[in-house]
């Protein structure tokens, strides 16, 4: 057998990356899933991708891994999903173990604050392209206007109302949800 081709390998070799490269918590492991999923493995459309984060996102616990639970788990099942998260934690967790002393004795060194404030523009960068490429998508089935709409809509909702971000999402989802419905009945009745 191929171990390339091999979807318990690719799993584990995909979770096990983005579980030690990832730096920074949920949020900035998601481009490190996405590049996997979508593109190196084919797992997921980038449509499909998106509609998984977006339903990861309003479900409550950590993001990333509840991605990895739910890529293990298409690709492979119970075994997968289980294969999926431990191969997502355990690596970084034997390292915070393993390297605990180490932090500990090296947390006043400048050298090191140094090094975790130059990640912190990267990952923002890698944050906001991934934010653009969404936009896009959302500008292109939308139209620029009710996607403006939106964004704007969303930023109000988030930042001058305080709404849960993930009370956010469901609503959208929701509008989501009926919008498509009545494109496909006006384009079913146009059909006829």
Sequence with gaps: M????????????????TGIIGY??????IPLIRHDAVTRYAWLT???????LAIANALPGPIATKMAAYLGYRLKGVRGAILSVLAHILPSGIAMIALLSAVNYLS?????AGMIAAVSPVIAVMLGLMAWEFAQKAFKGLGKRTGAAFLVLALILLEVLHLHPAIVIVLFLGYGTVHYRILAKKNKGGTA
């Design 108 to 112: 006043g060194s400048k050298v090191v």
């Design 46 to 52: 980038d449509d499909e991708f998106g509609e998984t």
């Design 24 to 29: 920074g918590g949920g949020p900035s492991v």
């Design 2 to 17: 191929n171990l390339k081709d091999n979807q318990y390998i690719q799993i584990t070799v995909a979770m096990c990356r």
